[in-house]
């Protein structure tokens, strides 16, 4: 009998529910989704005690906090990998998740801004809000100066000179050897590497062979930098759509993050997990 799916506990407009949202499309994981209210809805405590949203119940496992739930997630579904091998690359990447998942969306979250209200002014309390989310935005600017890769920390795939190379070959024939290639032929920490790879090659103006039988091996050398988005990526997209559409964050003051917008916003996973996108938003009933 068929796993049962797993079970997404969250809301439309949370930042935290639509990153993991993003997480599971991105791993094509086939899971229902459950609009919940964790401040009105009694029985969500049965599911999560501290009752914060998401919460993530996978046959008789129940996770919650959206970190906790990709990590886990980057475990049991390790296509598409959401955390870089390279440690620097890891280290940063993890350094940008952290930051908003732990500087800037806490302090925009319900439980702080309603400790504002009957004190301060709807406007006053969204200044509040603003200054927490402009601090955390100028880190990462910061972070990624000079930065000119498409993603966070990630870019297009390239093709890397191997030395005394024999062979030029385009991306149509490298599509094939990838689906051709024995799985068992790559070393296992670089076992993410298979035909479902989204991969967009910069073809070559020399062919000199029309048939070219490469391992995964020999994938894994010429294929240097990955062309997805990584777990930063996955935190940051739903912050800077919250920071636009609900915040009014002037964006003009992070043109890094602004590009890094635009980059996600051509990418279906994210799209798909828009707010506005799930069932429990008000634009869908």
Known sequence: MAAAKPILYGAWISSCSHRV?????????????????????????????????????????????????MLYLEDKYPQHPLVPKDIKTKGLDLQIANIVCSSIQPLQ???????????????????????????????IEKLLDGCDSKYCVGDEVHLVCVSEPTHFFTDTCLMLCLDQSPRNELPSQHDQIDSGLPI????????????????????????????????????????IHAAINRFQIDM?????????????MKIPAFQAALPQNQPDAPSAK
């Not at 049965?46 to 919650?64: C, H, R």
């Not at 003009?252 to 996600?264: C, E, V």
Request: aromatic fraction near 10%; glycine fraction near 6%; charge should be negative.
């Open 252 to 264: 003009t003051k992070y043109p890094i993050l602004s590009r890094l917008h635009d980059a996600y």
């Open 21 to 69: 949202r993003i997480a599971l499309n991105l791993k094509g994981v086939d899971y229902e989704y459950k609009a919940v209210n964790p401040r009105t809805d009694p029985d969500y405590e049965k599911i999560n005690p501290i009752k914060y949203i998401p919460a993530l119940v996978d046959g008789d496992f129940v996770l919650s906090d959206s970190l906790a739930i």
């Open 109 to 139: 979250g319900y439980g702080v801004i309603g400790l504002h209200e009957g004190r301060l002014s709807p406007d006053e309390s969204l200044e509040v809000v603003q200054r927490y989310i402009d601090k955390g935005f100028r880190a």
């Open 200 to 239: 967009s090659l910069i073809s070559m103006s020399l062919l000199l062979l029309n048939v070219l039988v490469l391992t995964n091996l020999e994938l894994y050398i010429l294929i240097h930098v990955h062309s997805w988005p990584w777990q930063g990526d996955v935190c940051l997209a739903p912050q």
